[in-house]
């Protein structure tokens, strides 16, 4: 399929009054995200245009390895707040429905909602909580960019945004302060949402070990 100009998307969360979290942070936070948006446009162009016969491949500099790293800055800096921005503006409370499940398989609600709390503090850049497409696990990945170590097969299905631009304005930029953005966070979740990219996951998992099953028949 050709790649095609990816554009923002308008969400629930902006027009809503959050809970902790200002109107101002979340218009703020959105010119980022617009940010990331003509900046992946920008450098995947960049990357088509290339005359890869002539250029440079450098691993200490050059322009093809500058570009190709910082497009998937970019690229999951678009995809990381998609998915942000898409479950803030719920009304929040525990996890319910195929996600806790989940999570009571492994940890238990309590125990995951502490791990996510603890991962936000340790965390320069994001918590992510993905579903694992090869053994439909769930895990809670640390990743100190938006491009640093999640892992491939992952499906992300909760987004904890915890760079200090989510939450300095509202609470400030201390420990203290990111640990009352993470409770809000919380408080404005949408479980809806994050079941909703549970089962889209769940149903790709089938999916592909359906296929596979016909292919070694
Ligand atoms: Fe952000």
Redesign the pocket.
Known sequence: MPWSEITPRQFDSMEKELDGISKQTMQD?YK??EGYCKKTNETRKILKDFDYSEIEGNQVYSALRATAVDYTFALL?FK??EL?FGHLGGSGGEPDGRFAELIEEELGVDAWKDSVRKSASAARGWVMVGYDLNDGSIFNYIMDTQNLWAVYNMVPVLAL?V?E??YARDFGATPDGRKEYVEAFFRNLDWDHVNRQVAQAEAAREAAQAAGRESDA
């Open positions: 936070h980022l995200y800096g990381n707040h942000y945004d760079y631009h989510a």
